[in-house]
């Protein structure tokens, strides 16, 4: 039988001996990560803020954006911080009303727009009203990179747009005042990477190195801002190398001891400890409750869940965010049902466009996502915007295509707008162009240079015991965390394991639990969350060996520790 895992090669002996201070399975892990001299490696594994984080001034147009700021606040212009509606934009929403609330500023409005509304990006009825009420400075985050029409509109207005933005550029930029955006041509800053709340944060570290004695904002003040940079370097999956590392580890040990009422009220609701927060919880639990909040159409209650300092609205606002993610699930749930009823009647093409107008457009992200895993093709879905002018939706690419460079290669009108990254992004579609639109995208994705597609084969970094699943071989996993895109958790082969306990928990029985016995006959515990022992293609029973892909975890669920494996997959053992 074809095994669908396959284990790294050895490290050569020379490498091996320039690591051996770190032991075995650390060396090994490192080398996996091209990581192969002891210097390198101590700079990866002991991150230092100063050094690996770079001068915010390197990327272009900085020094012309925060000049201009600057003269904003000196004149006490009406300034906008307009901040996407996702756990990016708004996280780093908050890093720049945090900052001009230190530096006692006051002329200044958050705005988060509604995503069924209102979309993605700048939009004319906004900065009209903007306009009528005497804002001359519009800040973007995490949006504003394709918005042309809106930001000639705000020029003639009279309004200054500043982008901060990481989405990938068009061949035309809008005519903003400045552009920060490190993917744009021209751009030599040493990330390109970083996400919109990064971008965020170095805008923030750039005007204080020109302002802070004039405000009287001290020295490191906004590193309690890292918080934010880290929740959403984390949650937008960027690479967490290069800077990214550095914000999303300072991040996380920020988040840990924050004051934020309403980032603490959130993790209590979850009985989540703060002082233990990881990158899991940031990307399963954290970032899809402020995320629920814009997919059903209430991200300012996002916004101002992390920004209040008010222990009163805190709860409220966190109890509100709990409700809200359960709808949440529930919708997509009932979507996906109607979508598994409606493809068995379809056939299948090279591209999937499926639709409902009843269809809320802030969870077909979702939806695409998990079609994609289930069809293994690109997936594009679409829903009604509250008015119900136009459709709206969210694509995912199965790794063959860039979306941003197949959506624009469709005829003129297809779209009424698109935007995005190479495998996520949004559009937006009229009733009548919806009727044609697989047809259409299907001929331009046949015209389209495809890439291969990664090997359904799971690479594990090395063959474990039970008895190797230790705190001390978890403590140097640990040392290469966060982990993420670019940084990928170590996963393991534990072959010929024999399970001593089979069970199904959780209020709808829908996680599985497996029980080992080292050779000591101490328990060992592999969870798989949202699996069935069903679902693996093979028996999993007591007394039956199999050979399990699996990856180290903590569990302090209820402030009980407990070290344990996570199941990523089960194969027929060797």
């Not at 996400?195 to 020109?210: I, P, T």
């Not at 359904?456 to 640990?478: F, M, Q, R, S």
Request: with cysteine; aromatic share 10%.
């Amino acid at each position: 039988m074809k095994e669908n895992y396959k284990i790294k090669d050895e490290i050569p002996n020379k490498d091996r001996e320039k690591l051996a201070q770190y032991g075995e399975l650390l060396a090994k892990l490192l080398y996996y990560r091209g990581i192969k001299e002891s210097d390198e490696a101590e700079r990866f594994l002991n991150p230092d803020y100063e050094r690996d984080t770079y001068d915010p001034f390197l990327i272009l147009n900085m020094e012309r954006a925060v000049d201009r700021i600057i003269k904003g606040i000196d004149e006490e212009e009406k300034i906008v911080i307009y901040g996407d509606y996702d756990c990016d934009g708004i996280p780093g929403s908050v890093i720049l009303h945090d900052f001009f609330k230190k530096i006692g500023y006051k002329n200044f409005l958050n705005y988060i727009p509604h995503r069924n509304r209102e979309g993605y990006g700048l939009n004319r009825a906004a900065v009209e009203q903007f306009a009528r009420d005497g804002f001359t400075l519009i800040i973007t985050v995490d949006c504003g990179i394709t918005d042309v029409d809106e930001v000639a509109l705000a020029n003639e207005l009279g309004i200054d747009v500043i982008i901060t933005d990481h989405h990938l550029p068009q061949a035309i930029l809008p005519d903003a005042y400045a552009v920060i955006n490190s993917k744009q041509e021209g751009d030599t800053y040493p990330d390109n990477m970083l996400c919109g709340a990064g971008v965020a944060f170095k805008l923030v570290q750039a005007l204080l190195s020109k302002g802070r004695e004039k405000w009287k904002v001290p020295t490191g003040w906004e590193k309690w801002l890292l918080d934010m940079a880290g929740l959403s370097t984390i949650a937008d999956m960027v690479p967490l190398v290069k800077e990214n590392r550095a914000l999303a580890h300072f991040g996380i040990s920020v988040l840990r001891k924050s004051r934020r009422p309403g980032f603490q009220k959130l993790l209590r609701k979850m009985f989540m400890d703060q002082r233990y927060v990881t990158e899991d919880d940031i990307a399963f639990m954290i970032a899809p409750r402020i995320n629920a909040a814009s997919r059903l159409d209430v991200p300012f209650e996002a916004f101002r869940l992390l920004s209040t300092n008010d222990e009163t609205i805190a709860d409220e606002l966190s109890s509100h965010l709990q409700n809200i993610n359960e709808g949440r699930k529930g919708m997509v749930l009932s979507i996906m049902k109607e979508v598994k009823q409606t493809m068995e009647k379809r056939e299948l093409r090279e591209i999937i466009v499926i639709g409902n107008p009843s269809w809320k457009p802030g969870v077909a992200g979702l939806v695409a996502t998990r079609l994609v895993e289930e069809y293994d093709r690109p997936v594009f879905v679409w829903g009604s915007d509250e008015n119900n002018t136009h459709l709206k939706g969210s694509c995912r690419s199965d790794g063959t295509v860039n979306l941003v460079e197949l959506m624009v290669s469709v005829p003129t009108g297809t779209f009424l707008d698109v935007g995005g990254h190479e495998f996520s992004g949004g559009f937006s579609v009229s009733h009548e162009a919806i009727h044609f639109l697989e047809d259409t995208l299907v001929s331009a994705y046949l015209n389209l240079p495809k890439k291969e597609k990664e090997s359904g084969t799971i690479e594990v970094d090395a063959e474990l015991t039970l008895d190797d699943v230790t705190k001390d071989n978890y403590k140097n996993i640990e040392k290469l965390a966060p982990f993420g895109v670019g940084n990928h958790k170590p996963t393991f082969i534990f072959r010929n394991v024999v399970p001593e306990e089979v069970r199904a928990f959780g209020k709808g029985k829908n996680h599985l639990e497996i029980i080992f016995k080292n050779t000591k006959g101490v328990s060992v515990s592999a969870i798989g969350f949202f699996s069935t022992s069903d679902d693996f293609g093979i028996p999993v029973e007591v007394g039956t060996p199999i050979d399990m892909v699996a990856t180290f975890e903590k569990s302090m669920y209820r402030g009980i520790e407990k070290l344990r494996l996570r199941i990523v997959d089960i194969f027929p053992k060797s």
